[in-house]
């Protein structure tokens, strides 16, 4: 069965510092991969998506993700965390074999320290 | 920018009274979807509809759901007879293909 694994349930990071957010897969077919972000109150709001070419591939707000196939990963980048980058970030991926459905890991909570 | 809009944002209803979540995707858009977030649970796919009928649903997707579009502008989701556990945030998207969605802000359903 498809499944979306985000391992960290909550990070704390430092404004300015660096963060990477883990996103692992298991798919039996070539995925689509999105990372997604949630504001309290918001909805779900797309930050960047691989569907195929450069596996690393730059999305809104500053944020990047790689696509590692070998590792079937796409973990989420940011150089430097801004205090507005705190909320939750989820990892989904999708793929043509099984349908149009989106798979979603269980979401990670940021929280950045001033 | 365009977005999805979603009313109301919170329904409160009691067990065995039937609800009705709306959703305005996108103009262009044409694939509409609902997924769920109970709680502390991952966000789930329920339905996906396009050309004016479901392409796909989820095992959760049972007798219970129906999902219309009624006119050219709204889709919704109906729950016949609601449970304690449909509480949940529920979540319509969008997309111009199948895969690149955009999300509405949520409803969330409180069943007493």
């Known amino acids: 069965a498809q499944s979306v694994t985000q391992p960290d349930i909550h990070i704390t990071v430092s404004e300015g510092a660096s963060l990477e957010l883990r996103c692992n897969y298991s798919y039996g077919a070539t995925p689509y991969l999105f990372w997604y972000v949630q504001s309290p109150g918001q909805g779900l709001q797309l930050l960047l998506k691989y569907f195929s070419g450069d596996t690393l591939v730059q999305g809104i707000k500053g944020f990047e993700a790689e696509f590692k196939r070998s590792q079937s990963s796409f973990n989420l980048r940011k150089p430097s965390v801004h205090w507005s980058d705190a909320a939750e970030y989820f990892c989904a991926v999708g793929a043509q074999e099984y349908g149009n459905k989106l798979v979603f890991g269980a979401g990670t909570i940021l929280r950045v320290k001033s | 920018e365009p977005e999805v809009t979603q009313t109301p944002s919170h329904q409160v209803t009691q067990m065995g009274q039937e609800v009705i979540l709306r959703c305005v995707p996108i103009?262009?858009?044409?694939?509409f979807y609902w997924y769920r977030q109970i709680l502390g649970q991952k966000v789930e796919f329920l339905v996906s509809f396009y050309n004016n009928e479901i392409s796909e649903k989820s095992e959760i997707f049972d007798d219970q759901f129906s999902v219309e579009r009624p006119d050219g502008s709204n889709f919704t989701l109906k729950i016949r007879s609601t449970k304690l556990e449909d509480s949940a945030m529920y979540f319509c998207?969008?997309?111009?293909?199948?895969?690149?969605?955009?999300f509405g802000p949520g409803t969330r359903l409180t069943v007493t």
């Open positions: 103009s262009n858009h044409l694939y």
């Open positions: 998207a969008s997309s111009t293909d199948t895969y690149e969605q955009y």
